[in-house]
């Protein structure tokens, strides 16, 4: 979800900024991006940081927070509503596996009038071991019936893209500002929006 449908890392960007501004510290940019679309990010910021509150303080205030973000701020990426309203009039089996919790990703999609376009959904508090382990994915194509070899997961992160590509899964990247001249892990192709993705392209991933 965050980084292919939506705009969410900014957000969270902000977010994580938010608390440790309470502590005296903040977080730039760079610094941020290896944390992106994990499910480990707190526990991994108290580490490097050093942070001073447990896990479970900073998440208990994390949420709330975020999920007013993406009620309020939400924006669909370019392309997003047009690509998946496409698949969804082909009755293309569409999934979420989003690194948020679900309470993120109904927000968001909500937001972006995208919820009805995903029947099925895998989120970070649904697995043991979230990205870049494979679990999330795996779930994903166990839900749909559909085997990993023949999905097709479209990423924007590192740890996303070794997720799907350690599921099995065929695996495309799209960029975003946080992610351009990033070192992206190897996937089969990789685009600068989602406008760039053809219709045609998906429907032809080999099954």
Not at 77 to 101: D, N, T
Not at 157 to 185: D, F, K, N
Request: glycine share 6%; charged share 25%.
């Amino acid at each position: 979800m965050d980084g292919v449908l939506v705009d969410g890392e900014p957000l969270h960007f902000e977010a994580v900024n938010t608390l440790l501004a309470e502590e005296g510290r903040s977080l730039s940019l760079e610094q941020y991006k290896p944390y992106m679309g994990t499910k480990s990010g707190w526990r991994e910021l108290i580490r490097d940081f050093e942070l001073q509150n447990p896990i479970d303080e900073y998440q208990r205030r994390y949420l709330p927070l975020m999920t007013q973000q993406y009620l309020v701020k939400s924006e669909a990426l370019p392309g997003a509503k047009g690509l998946v309203r496409a698949l969804q009039e082909r009755r293309m089996p569409l999934v979420v596996c989003s690194s948020s919790v679900r309470p993120w990703v109904d927000a968001a999609l909500r937001k972006i009038t995208l919820l009805d376009a995903f029947p099925q959904m895998v989120t970070g508090d649904e697995v043991e071991h979230g990205k870049p382990a494979p679990d999330i994915y795996l779930a994903a194509a166990e839900r749909i019936g559909v085997a990993p070899e023949r999905c097709l997961a479209i990423e924007d992160s590192p740890a996303g893209i070794q997720s799907a590509v350690a599921a099995g899964m065929h695996c495309w990247a799209v960029r975003t500002e946080y992610t351009r001249g990033m070192e992206l892990p190897p996937c089969e192709r990789e685009f600068n929006s989602l406008l760039e993705v053809r219709l045609e392209d998906i429907l032809g991933v080999p099954a």
